[in-house]
């Protein structure tokens, strides 16, 4: 499995940007989907899981701001972010969790967000 995410840059405080992770190598619909996202320095958090008919999960902190969707038949997650903060900035990671418990796993390999004040 290989997961490519796009979408990261740099954005002002308030802003937009929507993240993109091209999923292939398996069946897309066997997977649950998840963004995380890592600061400097600190541990990697979850943000936002989509399971594969489409409930979803946020992190207090994501609630109401970012939007985590999928679309099944382009095999793609997204990650729609609004009213960015600093505190959002980091690298974002795109992970695929197999549905069966104790399943496979993959990540990403990450783009970078970077809210300036």
């Known amino acids: 499995v290989q997961l490519v995410e796009s979408g990261g840059g740099l954005v002002q405080a308030g802003g937009s940007l929507r993240l993109s992770c091209i999923f292939s190598?398996?069946?897309?619909?066997?997977?649950?989907m998840s963004w995380y996202r890592q600061a400097p320095g600190k541990e990697r958090e979850l943000l936002a899981t989509v399971t594969n008919i489409h409930n979803t999960n946020y992190t207090d902190s994501v609630k109401g701001r970012f939007t985590i969707s999928r679309d099944n038949a382009e095999n793609t997650v997204y990650l729609q972010m609004n009213s960015l903060k600093p505190e959002d900035s980091g690298v974002y990671y795109c992970?695929?969790?197999?549905?069966?418990?104790?399943?496979?796993?993959?990540w990403g390999q990450g783009t970078q967000v970077t809210v300036s004040s």
């Open positions: 190598g398996s069946i897309f619909s066997w997977y649950f």
């Open positions: 992970k695929a969790d197999h549905l069966v418990p104790h399943g496979p796993r993959y």
